[in-house]
């Protein structure tokens, strides 16, 4: 079974401009979630999506946005990108469907330098 | 005061060794719970889920004390291939959101 999976692997943008981030959740996952993990710093939450809505939000500006697709794929925004977005940004998915569905698996991850 | 809080590390130990780990979680609403590993400049890993009963996989067994707000990891018979960031993680009412404590380090010595 295919896991999470991430692109691009790598990224590097300059002040102010935008980055898109995408996510393909394991095959039958309806939920996808994205955190950042800043150098040195622990996971932090950012955005759920499930069946295509915004479930929860973390503690981050409106500048950080996303979607999730009819296929639950999934695409994070970071508009006006400052230097300490710089980080990498982890995809996770759940299967909601099963007793268990708050067990997230992650993808390999996004790392995002901002110049 | 962090909504959960481990000790950082690092345990270092030989293989072989027994080592274990522990975690407190502030909100006693929480209702799931879990270990991740993470090696280096990798995604974390699920490593088991954590059941009020306590639960077991091999050389690794995982206890939830509600009533403390704490869960432990045990790691037995320690192999190289165990070092790696241990990951405690608390999920609190439905809100999808993993909550995660900063990590304990393994190094485990030949």
């Known amino acids: 079974e295919a896991g999470v999976t991430q692109s691009p692997t790598h990224l590097i943008k300059t002040r102010g401009q935008q980055a898109t981030l995408r996510c393909s959740p394991i095959?039958?996952?309806?939920?996808v979630y994205w955190y950042q993990q800043a150098l040195g710093l622990g996971l932090q939450f950012l955005l759920w999506y499930d069946e295509g809505e915004e479930r929860n939000r973390g503690n981050f500006p409106p500048r950080f946005s996303g979607r999730q697709f009819p296929n639950y794929s999934s695409e994070l925004n970071v508009n006006a990108l400052e230097l300490e977005d710089s980080a990498l940004y982890l995809c996770?998915?759940?299967?909601?469907?099963?007793?268990?569905?708050?067990?997230?698996?992650f993808g390999p991850g996004t790392r995002l330098t901002v110049l | 005061r962090k909504e959960v809080e481990q000790d950082p590390g690092p345990f270092n130990v030989p293989e072989g060794a027994t080592v274990a780990f522990n975690c407190t979680y502030s909100?006693?609403?929480?209702?799931?719970f879990f270990w991740y590993r993470q090696d280096c400049r990798k995604e974390p890993k699920l490593l088991m889920s954590?059941?009020?009963s306590g639960n077991e996989d091999g050389r690794f067994t995982a206890q939830l004390n509600r009533a403390s707000q704490y869960i432990s990891l045990l790691i037995r018979d320690s192999k190289l291939s165990d070092s790696a960031t241990y990951l405690c993680v608390v999920i609190s009412g439905n809100t999808g959101k993993l909550i995660f404590g900063q990590g304990t380090t393994l190094q485990v010595k030949p």
């Open positions: 909100n006693s609403a929480s209702q799931s």
């Open positions: 954590v059941y009020s």
């Open positions: 996770a998915s759940s299967d909601r469907t099963r007793g268990s569905y708050n067990e997230q698996f």
């Open positions: 095959s039958g996952h309806t939920s």
